[in-house]
């Protein structure tokens, strides 16, 4: 299967509707380089070289690359995606071949190569979750001088930066969004389990990733975490994957539908 980032690199690079690359036309992006994290330092950097640029140059060299920026995160967490389900497929062939004792009422796990890597590859899954939101939207990194940073607070045009704005939300009132505790948690404090428990098998011969609850709120420690249902990090990491995609393939159809008139392909 052709993986969906070489569909989108394709969609932004040499897109259908545009004579050029979606974000390559300054019309898109706000020309005010002093909006930007890092616009006096790239005109410092600049300057050593011996060239200078005038703001809206500054402005333009700080936003056009946003969009790709995202694609490229979403592009993470499909390659996580990708070795989840490799990891589950090969752990339904450990247990075809050396049998399902959970048949017998017997709980039943593997921990093997597999298991430790579908551990590792859900963790990655939800760092890149976080890092797509944040291509997106985020606080500045250092300064308090600057507004929000991210695609959307770069779009100059108001339509398309309103459309933009109401994928993002879904995109944040969705798992995604939801799981940014849990997210937050493995990446500062832990894995949810360590990578060598394993997996669950049920009787059937299902595989499970057992993960907690989405905590509602943010918690510093595998004990203030809940168990109350079979959540299954195979299922939710299925569940967090289509999100992603769902919003690239929006996004990049706003851009599209935004391309400047200037640069519009004619339909013969």
Known sequence: ???RFSDWFQRVNFPS???VGLGFAGEYW???PELYEGWKQLRERLAALGRKKTKRELAYDLAHHLLEDVIVAAGGAERAITRLRASHTELLRVVAEHGNQA???????????ASIDAWYAFADLLSWSRIVIERVDRQPAKSKNFGRQGLLHAIKPKRLRSR????FDTLKDGPVGKS???INFVLHSALV??????????VSGEISLPIPDLPGSSVSHWYLLT???????FAFGETLWSSIESFVDQLLAAFEDATPKRLRKRVS
């Open 30 to 32: 706000n020309a005010r």
């Open 164 to 167: 933009c704005g109401r994928l």
């Open 227 to 233: 168990w109350t249902g079979d959540q299954d990090g």
């Open 193 to 202: 389990r360590h990578p060598v428990t394993g997996v669950n098998v049920g």
């Open 1 to 3: 299967m052709r993986p």
């Open 17 to 19: 509707t545009s004579k």
């Open 180 to 182: 940014r505790p849990l």
């Open 103 to 113: 048949e017998q009422g017997i709980p039943f796990g593997i921990s093997d190569t």
